[in-house]
């Protein structure tokens, strides 16, 4: 596992990179609706937020696995994000 920064970066990235898509999809379909795709922003925005949040908790017993568990959570979410924008 890299360093928390490491982690940290991922996090933005990635969140950062689903959002963009979101903006991108809603500019190529003006004709749509934005609902759908706001509520995907909130959710990775939310995502986001927890995400941090469990990174910079202090009380945890093996911070070696911590850190992988946030990764794989990071991964899981992604993927239904990503899911959820190629159903829009």
Not at 4 to 16: A, C, Q, S, T
Request: no cysteine.
């Amino acid at each position: 596992m890299g360093s928390i920064k490491n982690l940290k970066k991922d996090i933005n990235y990635v969140l950062g990179d689903i959002i963009e898509a979101v903006y991108i999809w809603e500019y190529a379909n003006t004709d749509k609706g934005t609902k759908d795709s706001e509520a995907i922003i909130d959710e990775a925005i939310a995502t986001f937020d927890d995400l941090i949040a469990k990174v910079n908790d202090k009380d945890v017993e093996n911070k070696n696995t911590h850190f992988k568990a946030i990764n794989n959570e990071l991964e899981q979410k992604a993927h239904a994000l990503i899911e959820k924008i190629n159903t829009l």
